[in-house]
T-cell receptor, first 109, second 116 residues
Framework: GQSLEQPSEVTAVEGAIVQINCTYQ??????LSWYQQHDGGAPTFLSY????GLEETGRFSSFLSRSDSYGYLLLQELQMKDSASYFC??????????FGTGTKLQVIP | DSGVTQTPKHLITATGQRVTLRCSPR?????VYWYQQSLDQGLQFLIQ???????AKGNILERFSAQQFPDLHSELNLSSLELGDSALYFC???????????????FGSGTRLTVV
């Protein structure tokens, strides 16, 4: 089966940088994605890594190391609106996507 | 608007009842996925359909069933409801054959089910 572990909560200061880690155990591997979910809202897709390395999308970057079964989401220049839950997820496209346990990020002034 | 439409947005029903949740995928997407999210929990995969056929099944209870129709909309049926079934139910869709494009799922806004 698939399992993806994340820290449950992270707190960071507005304007700072924060890293949210994800370690996974999967029987197959189809890439690592990241989703953001505000309270009561729908998850929204942020980024996807199929290969090792860093993918950058504006203030957000995502990193993958397949040999370490590890990835992270890096958020720079934190804003209050970044307070949300962040989920890593394994799989992409029309493959079944398994979501991680989720990390609740609180951005404080 | 994500393009994935879920109805109803809210549903309150009594234990033992049956409800149907509806999802219309984004235009052009053939795959539909259903997820359950209980309070402060992660997203639990229930079931996936692709072009009308069941493609993958997660930890879906026997009391739950789903189908995808020829027009690609999907319905999730929940029966003999229990208090523990209270949750947000999300539908998501995705394109197929994107050849490595970095597409994730597109989620609907969810149906909040409350069983009393």
């Amino acid at each position: 089966g698939q399992s993806l572990e994340q820290p449950s909560e992270v707190t960071a200061v507005e304007g700072a940088i924060v890293q949210i880690n994800c370690t996974y155990q999967t029987s197959g591997f189809y890439g690592l994605s990241w989703y953001q979910q505000h309270d009561g809202g729908a998850p929204t897709f942020l980024s996807y890594n199929a290969l090792d390395g860093l993918e950058e999308t504006g203030r957000f970057s995502s990193f993958l190391s397949r040999s370490d079964s590890y990835g992270y989401l890096l958020l720079q220049e934190l804003q209050m609106k970044d307070s949300a839950s962040y989920f890593c997820a394994e799989g992409w496209g029309y493959q079944k996507v398994t979501f991680g346990t989720g990390t609740k990020l609180q951005v404080i002034p | 608007d994500s393009g994935v439409t879920q109805t109803p947005k809210h549903l309150i029903t009594a234990t033992g009842q049956r409800v149907t949740l509806r999802c219309s995928p984004r235009s052009g997407d053939l795959s539909v996925y259903w997820y359950q999210q209980s309070l402060d929990q992660g997203l639990q995969f229930l079931i996936q359909y692709y072009n009308g056929e069941e493609r993958a099944k997660g930890n879906i209870l026997e009391r739950f069933s789903a189908q995808q129709f020829p027009d690609l909309h999907s319905e999730l049926n929940l029966s003999s409801l229990e208090l523990g079934d209270s949750a947000l139910y999300f539908c998501a869709s995705s394109p197929v054959g994107t050849g490595g494009a970095n597409y994730g799922y597109t989620f609907g806004s969810g149906t909040r089910l409350t069983v009393v």
